[in-house]
Each structure stands twice: as C-alpha cells, then as structure tokens.
C-alpha cells in the first residue's frame, strides 16, 4: 500500500515538472528576437547598376550552442542573393536567444528595388 501511494505521488511530480519545462518555452519565444537580429544583418544588399538585386531567398537553419546560425539548406532566385544571404548569416551571432535544441527555421527574404 506504501509502495503503491509512493509510486503515485512520485509519477505525480514528474508529471508537473514535464509540464512545467514543456510550456517554459510558451513564456519565452525565441522567434521575435530572431526576426529582430535577422532583419538588422541582413538588409537589402544595395543597387548595382548591371544586376539590380530583386527576388526571393529561402534559408532553414539552426542555431548552434554558441549562437551561431548554421545554414541547412538555401535556394533562391539568383545565386547572388543566395551567396549574399548565406554570408550574412555566417556573421550573425544570437548569444542572447533562447532555443529548443536542434530546432530548425525556415525563413524566407525578400529583396525589392523600389
């Protein structure tokens, strides 16, 4: 019987604290500070007279331990918006971000001459 109300009262805790931890990230969401840092670095990457920069730049990627962006996969409509996003992304540091680990984003740019 002691066995029995033990075991219960111990599944109860463990039961709390993955709720607990499970919504610690509902509080918390990493995706504004994200979008925040991305949109400071990457910003329309300038008029060329020869190769006006218009289109369209998909990214996934994670984010290290360190806060580096790691780029999983890129496409895009000009291989110059592509490098040009890719190395903007390599300089970009999120220290300050709190991430589920190995969470993946997917995030897409848009760049317009107007």
Do not use: W
């Amino acid at each position: 019987m002691k066995t029995t109300v033990r075991i219960m009262l111990l599944l109860a805790i463990m039961a709390t604290g993955v709720l607990m931890t499970d919504n610690l990230y509902a509080f918390t969401p990493p995706a504004k500070s994200i979008r925040e840092i991305l949109m400071q670095n990457v910003p329309y990457p300038g008029y060329q007279a020869k190769n006006p920069a218009n289109g369209e730049v998909e990214v996934v990627f994670t984010l290290s331990d360190e806060g580096k962006v790691q780029v999983k996969s890129i496409k895009g409509s000009s291989p110059y918006l592509e490098n040009y996003v890719k190395e903007a992304l390599s300089g970009i540091c999120c220290t300050g971000v709190v991430s589920p680990y190995n969470q993946h984003y997917r995030v897409t740019f848009t760049f317009r001459m107007t």
